[in-house]
């Protein structure tokens, strides 16, 4: 059972670490480079034409840092996959239908919890704004994000409507309590830089989760038949 469920999750993780990576260096990175030149008052450095524009000129590739990004990325998809196969796991033992086409259902729920929710009230941040103190922001996401995913299985697994009623108060309750805020919101990034980000972030965090999803109940599925073909053999 552990040999199959980390095996499912590897490979699941690895492939949608792979792709996110691609992703985030692709439309992720440039924006938050861009932020950069802003944060750390390099304008000069690069020119205030270039830094000011629509596409200024930023740092190329960097093989060690693109690469690490791209090694972490992998292992923090990993990690997500196996608390996602897990969780398949569990439910399979409930009756759910775990498959690829299913997978990808899961893959939505995991980015509403871990992305969506929280992101709700406690938004991406580009480098240089204000924001609260990082250890009380950072109790806020993980009470909201373990929340939301209490509530994406009772909503899925519930089956009546006093789970639902305590799905929707426990998705609304750390947003009407509301995420720790700056006293006073400034920063040298324009606006229009940070909602791009916001949107990129958003975009990608959707992508890698629903082909996590759709990997980890490709791979379960493949691992369960193996092991049902090997007994029954």
């Not at 996110?20 to 992720?28: G, H, R, S, T």
């Not at 009546?160 to 400034?186: K, R, Y």
Request: no cysteine; charged share 10%; proline share 5%.
């Amino acid at each position: 059972m552990f040999t199959r469920l980390l095996t499912s999750a590897l490979f699941a993780g690895a492939a949608a670490g792979l792709i996110a990576a691609l992703l985030q260096l692709y439309f992720v990175q440039p924006v938050l480079l861009h932020a950069e030149l802003y944060e750390g008052g390099d304008l000069v450095h690069f020119g205030s034409e270039s830094a000011n524009s629509a596409h200024p000129e930023l740092p190329g590739f960097d093989a060690v840092r693109d690469g690490l990004s791209i090694i972490f990325t992998m292992l923090i998809y990993s990690g997500y996959a196996m608390v996602l196969v897990a969780l398949m796991a569990l439910a399979q033992t409930r009756g759910a239908v775990i498959n690829a086409r299913t997978g990808l259902i899961w893959g939505i729920a995991g980015f509403v919890a871990i992305h969506f929710a929280p992101g709700f009230t406690l938004a991406p941040e580009v480098p240089g704004v204000a924001a609260a103190d990082v250890f009380v922001r950072q109790i806020w996401w993980y009470a909201t994000v373990i929340a939301a995913a209490i509530a994406m299985w009772l909503i899925a697994f519930g089956g009546n409507w006093a789970a639902w009623g305590v799905a929707i108060v426990l998705l609304l309750v750390p947003h009407v309590i509301g995420a720790p805020e700056p006293d006073v919101f400034t920063g040298p990034v324009p606006t229009e830089i940070g909602a791009l980000f916001a949107a990129r972030a958003y975009g990608v965090g959707m992508m890698a989760w629903v082909m996590l999803g759709g990997f980890a109940g490709y791979f379960w599925s493949r691992e369960e038949a193996t092991a049902n073909q090997a007994q029954t053999a």
